[in-house]
């Protein structure tokens, strides 16, 4: 009967990874496997790095057998294969940090290649710690199996997003001034997998200016996401849900 890993914790570790590999932990990390997982020598878990797939890997060193109290792991064999990275953009004005917090490891859970802050005009919060959002993306694909991990961008404004925006990509903007209604035919008119971005816009919408503009570009297509207001991060937990249910990699 195959092996299974599904109760093994996972671990994020940025290094290059073949069999045979010894990968000694910074001081965050060891501490983690020490002390709150209570780990010892001989214990496996599955380490990957978003480059070169997930690997079975077992603590090679006791707390007191390595200097400074660092963890090594030893690289044992491959168990799954490096998924190429997603298509899908997701951008989204920032909120507030409990609940911007959320919306990145939600993106991350639902399958966003690219996660990109937008300045809108109601935006609640224009300062980023993208370390911190970078730690809520890497602990989400911990915790959820996610090998490809979504490429975080420093914050844009709304409108040098839309002078840049490249050829041929659709945007899904989620647009509360939409009739309200099911999103599916509409979706469903774009095809099989196009190449799409879903952009979710602050607490309060966007501004007038904002919707004159996103209208009147020919690659932006204005969905309602139902009959209620939803908070902006329920909504982008719904957006992201209904694209990669019609047109994404849930179908």
Same mark, same amino acid.
């Given at each position: ?45 599955? !380490? ?54 959320? !919306? ?41 199996? !996610? ?75 204005p969905i309602s996401l139902g009959p209620r207001i939803l908070r902006a ?19």
């Open positions: 009967m195959p092996r299974t890993y599904s109760k093994l914790k996972r671990l994020y570790i940025d290094a290059d990874m073949t069999a045979g590999t010894e990968l000694e932990l910074d001081r965050d990390q060891s501490n983690y496997l020490l002390n709150v997982l209570r780990m010892q020598t001989g214990a496996e878990l599955i !380490v990957f790095n978003g480059r070169d797939g997930a690997w079975l890997a077992t603590q090679a060193h006791t707390q007191a057998e390595r200097r400074q109290k660092a963890v090594c792991l030893r690289l044992l064999a491959l168990i799954a294969p490096q998924t190429p990275p997603a298509d899908l953009w997701f951008g989204f004005a920032p909120l507030k940090t409990g609940r911007l917090d959320y !919306v990145v490891q939600k993106a991350t859970e639902m399958g966003a290649g690219t996660i990109q802050p937008v300045i809108t005009r109601y935006t609640q919060t224009t300062r980023l710690n993208l370390d911190r959002l970078r730690a809520n993306v890497i602990e989400a694909a911990e915790q959820c199996e !996610v090998l490809s991990i979504p490429v975080l961008n420093q914050d844009v404004s709304l409108s040098q997003l839309l002078s840049d925006w490249p050829s041929g990509r659709q945007l899904i903007v989620a647009d509360e001034g939409q009739p309200a209604g099911s999103p599916i035919e509409r979706l469903q008119q774009l095809g099989d997998r196009p190449s799409v971005s879903v952009l979710i816009g602050p607490e309060g919408g966007f501004s007038d200016e904002e919707r004159q503009i996103l209208l009147s570009k020919q690659y932006v297509i991060d329920t909504a982008a937990v719904a957006a992201l849900a209904v694209v990669q249910s019609i047109i994404g990699d849930w179908r």
